[in-house]
Structures are given as C-alpha cells and as structure tokens.
C-alpha cells in the first residue's frame, strides 16, 4: 500500500488567499483524522471522520478552518482566508474504526502563510 | 479527559548509552498506550503500542517500553543509543470510551551525540 498521500508537501501563499490541503488515506481504514503541528502548541488534533462524517471538529481553530470527506479515499482541509499564525506542518493520518488501533501518518504538508 | 505528560523536552545521550524517554498518562481505566517517532521533515510512525497483553511491549529499531499501572507510566527505553535513533518521541493514549482518538505528548527531541 502506498501509505497516507497529502498534497501539496509544500505551499506557500499570502495571508487572504484560500488554502486547500488533501489527503488520501490507506485503502480500507474508515477513521480519519487532521493535525496541526506548530512549535508553540505541538501535534493538536483538529477534525476527525468516522466513515467520512466529522465526528469531533472542537480542535477548528475557528470558522476560517473548514474540512470535508466527500468519499472514503478523499478529505480536503480548506483555510479561507488564511492568516500567518495558520503556518504549520498539516498531517493526516488514518486507522481502522477500533479503539487502539494504530494511525498512520501522511508525510505533512508544509505551509507558510506570508 | 485523558492526559499524557513527557518529562523532559529535549535528551541527550551518548551514542551506545542508554535510552530513556519517560511518559505518563492520566487514566483510572487502563488505555492504549503508543510510541511514535518522527524523523526530521516525515510524519509519525508507530514504535510500539500496548493493548493490555504483555506488560513488555517491544517495538522497532530495538525499543521497548513497560507498561506500569500502579505508576501510570509507559517509559520508552533501548539499551543502547544509535546515531540514526535521534528524532522526536511521542507518547500518545487513547481517550477513553473505546475511542480512536489518540491525545498526544508534547514530544521528547532526543539527540545522540558521537
């Protein structure tokens, strides 16, 4: 399997604009989640999906923050507009429907808002 | 809700030394318990995970952590320190309920010097 797929590795825009991030997760796991890392706050959990319905967003910094999970193999995390505090490692990962199941990361994506 | 705390940010040992990254989690139920590792620029991976068999849970690269309930820790422990084993250590436990939401450490950044 090829793993958790983000794109884009990396994106840099100025501050106003809209900032799609994507994530495929492993074929077959029904749980998938989006983290933010920063050095200031560490890996914090924004959204995850339960068989592509959010679950639990309490971790969307606010409103400008919006993700979605048309299909199993697809999730979008959008920013509109996008702000230099939003500059961080984005990660998703993904696992099976099960308490204690492990998640597998994608490889980030790196963003940089000017 | 669950907690877990890293003691100590940043470890430094010798190469051939003993590692130690020491983990504490807030639970009156026993949880799943998980290492991750994250090299520079790449995501997380999965060390190691407890989910209530062996109280001795050994992993990749050589290490293993020990399960203690009367202590409600799970320390990460490999006898002997490797060059390429400096990278950044997170604890993590599932929340409780028999959820698959994972509540992260703040991360160790162990470094091994020559």
């Known amino acids: 399997d090829a793993g958790v797929i983000q794109s884009p590795r990396h994106e840099v825009t100025e501050m106003g604009q809209e900032v799609t991030l994507r994530c495929k997760p492993i074929s077959g796991h029904n749980s998938l989640f989006w983290y933010r890392q920063t050095m200031m706050r560490g890996l914090e959990l924004l959204i995850y999906?339960?068989?592509?319905?959010?679950?639990?967003d309490s971790g969307m910094p606010e409103d400008r923050f919006s993700a979605k999970m048309p299909n199993a193999s697809f999730s979008t995390l959008k920013i509109q507009p996008s702000e230099p505090r939003d500059s961080a490692v984005y990660f998703c990962a993904s696992s099976l429907r099960l308490a204690g199941e492990t998640q597998y990361f994608g490889p980030g994506t790196r963003l940089l808002v000017l | 809700a669950q907690s877990v705390t890293q003691l100590g940010s940043h470890v430094s040992v010798s190469e051939g030394a003993l590692v130690l990254l020491r983990c504490n989690y807030s639970s009156s139920v026993p949880p799943y318990l998980f290492w991750y590792v994250q090299y520079p620029n790449q995501g997380l991976q999965l060390l190691l995970k407890?989910?209530?068999?062996?109280?001795l849970v050994k992993g990749i690269n050589g290490f293993e952590a020990e399960f203690k309930k009367s202590e409600t820790s799970f320390h990460l422990t490999k006898p002997s320190a490797h060059m390429s084993d400096a990278a950044e250590y997170f604890c993590?436990?599932?929340?409780?309920?028999?959820?698959?939401?994972?509540?992260f450490g703040k991360g160790t950044k162990l470094t091994v010097n020559p």
């Open positions: 993590a436990v599932s929340e409780q309920g028999g959820s698959e939401k994972l509540v």
């Open positions: 407890y989910t209530s068999a062996a109280t």
């Open positions: 999906f339960n068989n592509n319905v959010p679950i639990d």
